[in-house]
Structures are given as C-alpha cells and as structure tokens.
C-alpha cells in the first residue's frame, strides 16, 4: 500500500490506485478476523484461519503500521469515511493487544487465542513498531479529534523517547527488554537501517504543521 501511494504521488499512474485498493480489499476480507479482533501475519490461500503458531500469530507493529496506511489512504480521498473506520478499527484491536500494561511499550508478538507464542523475542520491545504507532496515534488523533488518540499518541511517544533513544550519541537503540531495559547497543545490521525512525520524524514532523 505505502509503495504504491509513494508511487502514486511521484507519478501519477492510476495503476497506483487500482493495486491500493486490492491490497485494502485483500486485508480486510482475509487477514482481519473479528473473533480475534486482530489482523493476523499468516493465513491460508483463501483466508483461511490456521490453528498452529504461524497462524495464530500476531504483530501489532505490523498491523499498526497497516492502519496508519488505510488511514493515509482515507486522508487522501478527501477523509473517506469507510478506509477510515477500518483503519481505526485496526488500531483499536491491534493497540488493546500490543500495549504492556505492566511496563509500557508494545509487545513484538501476541498469540490470537492468547497462548504461548512460539519466537523468545516475543515480550521484548522492538524500535519500529512505536516509530508506526507515533505515526498512527498521531494521524488517527488529527483525523478525529478523539482524545483517546491524543492519549495514546502521548503514551506511545513519551515511553519511545524515553527508553529507545540514545542522550549520549544520538539515534535510537532498536532492541530492549520487556521491562524497558537495554537489550543491546546495537543501532544498525540486517533489520535495523534508517527507515522507520527518520519516517516517524518526518511524517508527523508535516502533519504537526497541518494541525
């Protein structure tokens, strides 16, 4: 989706549009499931709810950052009201499942049915997924005027600042405990590179001028 609205803009090729709309289509018929009221990683070929680890799993930055997609999407076809219920809908379940309760931040994984998650990183807190959740917290807020948005952008903020982000050199650290606590000081490899945070920045950086 992401892609082809950056595409989208660059271009102007309708084509753009047309794949937006299969993917939108394609998650909400298949990857949301209401009776877990998350938007599952895995699924069969034909949506298709598998009761196994892979398919009971959950990532609420994954679907985090999709909500904040199909809500930039509903922006940009003049605050259309459907994309933007559905993409609220996407942050409500997927922050009531990924939200800590006990220490703050978001949970990597989570289990549908609420069971064991099978990867050990599964209670540990990554940078990206509160880089998506500031953005989606904060266009959800600007888009509705819920402070129930403006409380959760606050939350979301305030604990990534204060734990990921580095006072002495700068940047963020990307892998922590549960508990907030320094996993490692590694700030780049494989998975790590400058993406979601400079993104995070810059995007709520333009919609804070907006408001």
Request: one cysteine or more; charged letters at 25%; hydrophobic letters at 40%.
């Amino acid at each position: 989706i992401v892609t082809a609205q950056i595409l989208r803009e660059a271009t102007g090729d309708p084509m753009c549009g047309e794949w937006i709309d299969r993917s939108i289509a394609e998650i909400e018929r298949d990857f949301m499931k209401p009776e877990f009221r998350a938007v599952l990683e895995t699924i069969g070929a034909n949506g298709e709810f598998f009761d196994t680890f892979e398919g009971r799993l959950i990532c609420p930055g994954h679907a985090i950052e999709c909500a904040w997609f199909i809500l930039h999407e509903a922006k940009f076809r003049g605050g259309d009201a459907r994309l933007r219920e559905l993409g609220l809908q996407i942050l409500d379940w997927s922050w009531e499942l990924g939200w800590d309760q006990e220490f703050g931040g978001l949970l990597y994984y989570r289990d549908a049915k609420g069971l064991p998650c099978a990867e050990y990183w599964h209670d540990m807190k990554f940078w990206w997924p509160h880089n998506e959740a500031i953005i989606a917290t904060l266009l959800a807020y600007s888009m509705t005027g819920d402070a129930k948005y403006r409380e959760w952008h606050r939350r979301a903020h305030d604990w990534a600042h204060a734990h990921f982000h580095d006072p002495e050199f700068g940047e963020w650290f990307g892998y922590l405990h549960r508990d907030g606590t320094l996993s490692s000081r590694l700030k780049g490899n494989s998975w790590k590179g400058p993406f979601h945070l400079p993104r995070m920045q810059w995007y709520c950086w333009k919609l804070l001028e907006e408001m």
